[in-house]
């Protein structure tokens, strides 16, 4: 299995190159510059391992949520990459990447929507990756959903939401919560191997229907909310 996989969902522009269960990776902290960056170091990926595009199994991409942007740029790029070559593609949920970098069978991954949102998902450790427990959704941080009971453990809780809204969220979740890894981003490295499970599996799709995760259907708040918001208690 040679998939392809890549995010710019967040500040960092990453990618990542599995082989048969070995990873190639770059990454960069990019900002504003993924449109920039991405296209070459997915080159540099590929020259490394002398492979072209048609040697790949499928393209796995960040599909959100995150960035309105930098969603557009990953579904793009795939799709981009995979017209001509008819390669599947599939989008993988930047949440369950976090969680699957964690390394903990209990995850609550939670990245910072502005306009004092978040967006959070919780999942559980399986064999070949997480599985949800709560799906992916935009949330207030005070009134986020309930986490489902661990009979004798905690989930840990990573991602910037827990830097935008750690006491809001801390005082939500109370002795849910046992680690936090507030610093955990989503990364290439583990949309691939999130990817190649769901390519194994038949989960690909072709180029055309390939789309970014988005949960919020409006980039910036009007003017009449933001007041609405600043004269709330």
Do not use: K
Not at 126 to 133: D, I, L, Q, R, Y
Not at 169 to 187: E, K, S, T, W
């Amino acid at each position: 299995m040679r998939v392809l996989a890549f995010d710019t969902s967040t500040q960092w522009c990453t990618a990542a190159l599995w082989r048969d269960g070995h990873l190639l990776v770059r990454e960069s902290l990019a900002v504003q510059r993924h449109s920039e960056l991405l296209l070459p170091m997915v080159s540099e990926l590929l020259t490394d391992a002398v492979l072209g595009i048609g040697d790949l199994q499928g393209i796995a991409f960040g599909a959100g949520p995150g960035s309105f942007t930098g969603l557009r740029i990953a579904c793009a790029v795939a799709q981009g990459l995979a017209l001509g070559s008819g390669i599947p593609l599939v989008g993988v949920c930047t949440l369950a990447a976090m969680a699957q970098a964690s390394g903990a069978s209990h995850v609550l991954s939670c990245l910072d929507a502005r306009m004092g949102q978040v967006y959070l998902a919780a999942y559980r450790r399986v064999a070949e990756g997480v599985e949800e427990c709560l799906p992916p959704q935009l949330a207030d941080p005070s009134t986020a959903p309930p986490l489902p009971a661990i009979p004798g453990d905690t989930w840990l809780a990573c991602g910037s939401g827990f830097s935008a809204h750690a006491d809001l969220l801390n005082a939500r979740y109370g002795n849910c919560i046992g680690a936090v890894q507030a610093d955990r981003f989503p990364h290439a490295r583990d949309i691939a191997r999130l990817g190649a499970v769901a390519l194994a599996a038949g989960q690909g799709v072709s180029a055309a229907d390939a789309a970014p995760l988005y949960l919020r259907d409006r980039v910036a708040l009007t003017i009449a909310q933001r007041r609405e918001a600043q004269t709330r208690p």
